[in-house]
């Protein structure tokens, strides 16, 4: 008799101990980790990034007539070299409107181009920063203008340091050769000229 009352508290205890076991707060979930870019992809060529969405600034209205005047001719740049078969994707890019300002009030742009499954994008002005490319670096010069390179197996970029806003040339699936040589052919161009790049066909 003893041994089964001994038996029926111990049962008790521990449909007592499950319930408060069930009762308990679950774990909170870890929270989800962010969206992969630029600088997480593997070494290996991943699908096309969505650089115009990367480096797209907050757009500032122009409050003042300055803000129509021309842009200085050294913000608004482009190569007199381009590897062949390289075209514009006017959905992968974007440039300033007349009545839009980015960082450092200043016009911004950044122009994508695609082909043979490679990748070109030139991007400079009032950008918050330059595409996330994390890898090996180095310091350059290229054109003139002094600069670091990053490389990440197919991908490269160069960031070059300007008095204002930023200057970038990144690369998926060129080489080293060739990506230099676009950045050191970089010339002043209208900013008429990179809208007309940057708009729909």
């Given at each position: 008799?003893?041994?089964?009352?001994?038996?029926?508290?111990?049962?008790?205890?521990?449909?007592?101990?499950?319930?408060?076991?069930?009762c308990?707060?679950?774990?909170?979930?870890?929270?989800?980790?962010?969206?992969?870019?630029?600088?997480?992809a593997?070494?290996?060529?991943?699908?096309?990034?969505?650089?115009a969405?990367?480096?797209t600034?907050?757009?500032?209205?122009?409050?003042s007539?300055?803000?129509?005047?021309?842009a200085e001719p050294?913000?608004?740049?482009?190569?007199?070299?381009?590897?062949?078969?390289?075209?514009?994707a006017?959905?992968?890019?974007r440039?300033s409107?007349?009545?839009?300002?980015?960082?450092g009030d200043?016009?911004?742009?950044?122009?994508?181009?695609n082909?043979?499954?490679k990748?070109l994008?030139?991007?400079?002005?009032?950008?918050?920063?330059?595409?996330p490319?994390?890898?090996?670096?180095?310091?350059i010069?290229?054109?003139?203008?002094?600069?670091?390179?990053?490389?990440?197996g197919?991908?490269?970029?160069?960031?070059?340091?300007?008095?204002?806003?930023?200057?970038?040339?990144?690369?998926?699936?060129?080489?080293?050769?060739?990506?230099?040589?676009?950045?050191?052919?970089?010339?002043?161009?209208?900013?008429r000229?990179?809208r007309?790049?940057?708009?729909?066909k």
């Open positions: 008799m003893r041994l089964f009352r001994g038996l029926r508290k111990a049962g008790a205890a521990l449909g007592l101990a499950c319930a408060c076991v069930a308990g707060a679950a774990p909170a979930p870890a929270s989800p980790s962010p969206s992969p870019t630029i600088a997480a593997p070494a290996a060529p991943a699908p096309s990034p969505t650089v969405a990367a480096a600034p907050a757009v500032v209205p122009a409050t007539p300055a803000a129509t005047a021309p050294s913000i608004y740049l482009w190569p007199s070299y381009l590897p062949e078969g390289m075209q514009p006017p959905q992968e890019s440039v409107g007349e009545s839009e300002l980015g960082e200043i016009g911004f742009y950044l122009i994508t181009l082909g043979s499954g990748k994008a030139i991007g400079g002005g009032g950008l918050r920063d330059a595409l490319l994390t890898g090996d670096t180095r310091a010069t290229s054109g003139g203008r002094a600069g670091k390179l990053i490389s990440n197919e991908q490269r970029e160069i960031v070059f340091e300007v008095p204002r806003g930023t200057l970038f040339v990144y690369s998926l699936g060129l080489s080293e050769d060739e990506l230099l040589r676009v950045a050191g052919s970089l010339q002043p161009i209208d900013v000229a990179l007309a790049l940057a708009a729909p």
